[in-house]
């Protein structure tokens, strides 16, 4: 064989196998699919979820207690809810700026279109509300995480306002 074809085989057969397609990033049922509006979502829903902390945690901490995995350590384990509560308000910050920069960056005032989609994203948590068992909205509380796709989008929407804000303010004098 040549070396030219040798090579070839040998990298043939080193090659990585194709990966596997992405899966489609999809909105959350009810959510907005416009991105400031959709961010505004995520803030709202966010927002509902750090709120209730303080209501399910002493029923968190009973389940946690009565469904012990073998060898794992309660303190352990609430110290889960405490990191998750610290990032989501790292989130809020991030969330916050973003809506903020998208509307001084907007020549219309989306504010109000903003404060709708916050209550649309609180309104997630209204699901357990009264009626519900205080163990099914805990569990409900414990199992919900945040929609990897808002941090994304927050992140692009604040980037692209950086610049559309700029733009609008090149004739702005000095």
Known sequence: ???LLLAFALFAQGAAPAAAPAA???LPAGAPADDY?????????????????????????RIETQFRRPGS??????????????????????????????EKASLRPINVVG????QL???????HASNTTKAAKAQ??????????CETVAKDLE?????????FRADAPK
């Open 140 to 149: 409900a509380w414990m199992s919900w995480t945040l929609p990897a796709r």
């Open 73 to 102: 350590n309660l303190a352990d384990d609430m110290k889960v809810y405490a990191d998750m509560r610290a990032d989501g308000r790292s989130k809020l910050t991030q969330f916050q700026a973003a809506l903020t920069a998208a």
């Open 159 to 167: 980037a692209r306002s950086a610049l559309m804000g700029s733009a």
């Open 121 to 127: 994203g609180r309104a997630v948590w209204t699901v």
């Open 1 to 3: 064989m040549t070396p």
């Open 115 to 118: 404060a709708q989609a916050v």
């Open 37 to 61: 509006q959709f961010v505004a979502w995520c803030y709202g829903a966010l927002r509902g979820y750090l709120e209730m902390h303080d209501e399910v945690m002493p029923e968190v901490t």
């Open 24 to 26: 489609p990033d999809r």
